[in-house]
């Protein structure tokens, strides 16, 4: 039975009326795994599956205390309810328990060489599936994290992710997350991670697929010197609907946090962006940056961004950027002058915009997955189903009307 | 690694005294309908006034506190004076104003200023303006600059009702909704078309009532072609209760027209100040906001643009300073609604002392604002980490036709600068004053040159002891 839970909650709230401080959801979730699925551990990586709860005490054991805010722009908080923060929030960690689904916990520890885990879940039209998994990485290990959910283009369906990773000293995380489902689907992203001393994690993340997406990350820098650098693409047209919330909090001396987020909306799109850097008292040294540059196609997208800084920490540097337009007519107007219409401009500087995210998954078959996605999505004369691809890109770029 | 800084409060001796207010008129503390209708039999209200603020006391009533923002626990309206008066009238001259009450403006400069620079002061005393002028040959241009209660009654009424709470309607906000039902004072400005007013206008609000409330109304309508510079500032003794000012501000800039609206605040630390100003901009025309929060002990304040016509064009440029106890929200809102539009901010922030700075904004380009512009820069100073500055920026971009920029910094005064500047023989004290009046340089001097001295004084002052 669908309910309805509130995710991506936005840390010091602003104005009711923007509709930003958080996303509303109404959904199913199942305790399904999803019924196609490879999972690849690396040699020497121990799993337990353990109850939503159990491994929530686990977690608690486990990981670093994590601080909840003592105060939200003049308030007493207003939300920070988890003992291990996530970027969609307790509702949605709570949704997933009573779903009843299961997480996996991964241990790994210390190797020689890099470890890779490798999740790809493709799911059936009508399929309803939760993934669940804490990874524990070990001290000075180091590991890459792949997550790949696909789909029939056309297909619906709900698909509920969560990945937390307790990072302990010198350990390194490479997580990408590529999202490709068809157009039907709900998609629920949630990351959490906390770095202990030197640890740093990198993020990849694709956003280019479902019908509504919600995504929410959260890392926190407990340790010195831990670090957390992200690279996010999105493409959003038709219909779809975007709510992405990262919030990084920097905790610990000389942090380092650098988040970059490039997207494309056409048609009618509607995507909601928040993104948090917030120095707490301690965090002396520490820099965050974040920037958003996104690319407006169509007259009927809606675009609303949320670039937040929280500072209670005197020596630390924090900034954030946010580039919000069309096309560069310089751009367009070199490109013509080379014999470059503005349609087919326009496809070059989304391939470029999201190849270059693309290019940093690090696994060849998904990036290839990845890059061919938005192919498809941009270029409907290499889409397998042109005549009727529901995800048509608009050649004429602004008019909301499909090629 | 970084040094500690010990801060000196401000010293706030200038503002910070009082009159005796045992002969002045006083309501009883708290907000009920029997209140607000003796307010309107106090001000001689038509009918249509004392309906909207009793309507505005029923909306007041269901509206909740906002859930988001500093926090405004400690002020309870059961314990505010809505409606304090001194025992006198509205005076044309200096001379006639009552010793006392002249002598709090002439410690705070007034008169002296209205000779030297301005083209007509209006002051307001706690609920009451006290003293209106403005010079003959503006007045011969056609200029109206009056209190909003004349303006009411006389030969402006049908203006007035036409736009009075038109931008600020009472549902805007629980405290929209509380002018609304006890709002006194304040002035009226009409510039005719055409008219350009060299000098400033300025009024100049004192609250000296304990545990009062300032509930003054702003009516500013600059016609098709005209120009105006207008100044405001504010102060108040400090007490041991908590005082309120929630004002309002309505600035309606005709096709082509030109408004400059600036801001001094200084209130004392104990007040709370929710204020609320917004402009409405035909075709071509220019708003300009120019704003120094350095007072009160929280500020809601966030001037709001709507960029209604065609090619119209708004300035924001503010800066807040918040010291101990003090905790200052501040920011702007452009509404973006008219093709080619442009908005530009620039917001600076300064927190010590264990002061909170949060800068809050939005920037909404609606479908219909093709071609539409806008810039944000902000920047934050953070002096200790007992302190505390947060930017809370939104965007909400519904065309594809627009070019949005946002920036922010926020940080601490460079090691770096001060060496330099300690090595050229400076002192590290005088280093640091020199770097944070060289933060807030694009606020003051925007500002016209006293008004730019008493920022520059007063930052000084919040930086001595360094």
């Known amino acids: 039975m669908a309910q309805t839970f509130k995710v991506g909650h936005l840390p010091s709230i602003t104005w009711n009326r923007l509709h930003l401080n958080e996303a509303s959801v109404e959904t199913a979730l199942s305790g399904n795994l999803p019924g196609s699925r490879y999972l690849s551990l690396p040699q020497g990586a121990s799993v337990r599956t353990l109850s939503f709860a159990q491994a929530l005490a686990e977690l608690e054991k486990t990981a670093p205390v994590q601080e909840q805010e003592k105060y939200v722009a003049g308030k007493a908080p207003v939300y920070h309810p988890q003992k291990f923060g996530t970027g969609l929030g307790a509702d949605y960690e709570q949704a997933m328990q009573d779903a009843g689904v299961p997480v996996e916990w991964i241990e790994i520890g210390p190797a020689e060489q890099e470890q890779t885990i490798t999740c790809r879940m493709t799911l059936q039209d009508g399929e309803s599936a939760s993934c669940a998994q804490i990874l524990h990485v070990g001290e000075n290990a180091q590991v890459t994290a792949l997550y790949v959910s696909e789909s029939a283009e056309d297909a619906a369906g709900v698909l509920a992710l969560s990945v937390r990773a307790v990072l302990e000293k010198g350990a390194s995380l490479k997580l990408a997350l590529v999202q490709l489902l068809g157009s039907g689907f709900t998609a629920l992203s949630d990351v959490g991670l906390s770095a202990a001393d030197g640890a740093g994690a990198e993020l990849i993340q694709m956003e280019l697929g479902a019908d509504r997406s919600y995504v929410g990350v959260q890392p926190e820098l407990i340790g010195k010197e831990a670090s957390f650098d992200s690279a996010m693409g999105y493409l959003a047209n038709g219909e779809q609907r975007l709510d992405i919330n990262y919030n990084a909090v920097q905790r610990g001396r000389q942090t380092r946090c650098a988040m970059t987020f490039d997207g494309v909306l056409g048609d009618r799109a509607q995507k909601v962006f928040r993104g948090t850097i917030d120095f707490r008292n301690g965090s002396s040294g520490s820099k965050g940056e974040e920037q958003e540059n996104v690319l407006l196609l169509s007259n009927d997208v809606e675009n609303r961004t949320m670039p937040v800084i929280l500072c209670e920490e005197e020596d630390v540097e924090g900034s954030h950027g946010a580039t919000i337009g069309r096309l560069d007519e310089q751009v367009l107007f070199y490109l013509a002058t080379r014999g470059i219409d503005a349609a087919e401009a326009q496809k070059m500087m989304v391939r470029a915009r999201l190849g270059a995210v693309a290019r940093r998954i690090p696994d060849e078959a998904a990036r290839h997955r990845a890059q061919d996605y938005i192919d498809r999505k941009v270029n409907c004369d290499t889409c397998v189903r042109a005549a009727d691809c529901p995800q048509a890109w608009n050649e004429k770029g602004s008019t909301g009307e499909k090629s | ?466």
């Open chain 2, 1 to 466: 690694m970084a040094n500690t800084q010990d801060i000196a409060d401000v010293d706030r001796s200038l503002y910070d005294f009082r009159d005796d207010e045992s002969d002045f008129y006083r309501l009883d503390e708290g907000l009920t309908e029997e209140i607000v209708s003796r307010i309107s039999d106090e001000k001689h209200d038509p009918d249509w006034m004392r309906e909207f603020r009793l309507k505005s006391l029923r909306l007041y009533e269901q509206i909740p506190v906002p859930n988001w923002g500093p926090p405004v626990d400690g002020l309870d309206m059961d314990h505010i004076a809505t409606y304090v008066r001194a025992n006198t009238g509205m005076k044309g001259t200096w001379e006639e104003v009552p010793d006392d009450i002249k002598n709090t403006f002439e410690k705070l400069g007034i008169p002296q200023a209205e000779r030297e620079s301005l083209a007509g002061v209006g002051a307001q005393y706690d609920s009451e303006l006290v003293y209106h002028n403005v010079r003959q040959e503006v007045a011969d241009q056609g200029v109206v600059y009056t209190d909003l209660e004349s303006a009411l009654t006389g030969e402006y009424a049908e203006m007035v009702r036409e736009h009075f709470m038109k931008l600020v309607p009472p549902t805007d906000h629980k405290f929209a909704a509380l002018h609304g039902a006890v709002w006194s004072g304040g002035s009226f400005v009409y510039v005719p078309k055409g008219v350009t007013v060299e000098i400033p206008l300025q009024s100049y609000f004192r609250l000296n009532a304990r545990g009062a409330g300032q509930f003054e109304h702003t009516l500013i309508i600059v016609d098709e072609g005209a120009d105006l510079h207008f100044i405001e500032g504010c102060s108040a003794p400090k007490y041991n209760v908590a005082n309120l000012h929630a004002g309002c501000v309505e600035l309606y800039v005709g096709r082509n027209a030109r408004l400059r609206y600036s801001t001094i605040e200084n209130w004392s630390k104990n007040m709370y100040n929710l204020n609320t100003k917004r402009a409405l901009v035909e075709e071509g025309a220019t708003m300009e906001w120019v704003s120094g929060s350095f007072g009160s002990h929280t500020s809601y304040l966030y001037p709001t643009t709507i960029l209604k016509g065609d090619n119209s064009h708004c300035e924001f440029t503010g800066i807040t300073f918040a010291g101990a106890g003090q905790n200052l929200d501040t920011g702007a809102r452009m509404v973006h609604l008219g093709k080619n539009t442009s908005s530009y901010i620039n917001s600076k922030s300064i927190s010590k002392s264990g002061g909170i700075s949060t800068y809050r904004s939005s920037i909404e380009v609606a479908k219909t604002a093709s071609g539409a512009k806008s810039s944000v820069s902000c920047g934050s100073l953070m002096l200790d980490s007992e302190s505390r500055s947060d930017t809370i920026p939104a965007m909400d971009i519904r065309t594809a036709d627009a070019d949005i920029g946002h920036e922010a910094k926020i940080g601490r005064i460079g090691d770096d600068a001060v060496f330099y500047l300690m090595s050229r023989g400076i002192s590290e004290e005088e280093a640091r004053a020199m770097i944070v009046s060289g933060f807030a340089n694009p606020v003051s001097k925007e500002l016209p040159l006293e008004y730019a001295a008493e920022m520059n004084n007063l930052i000084r002052l919040e930086m001595e002891g360094m």
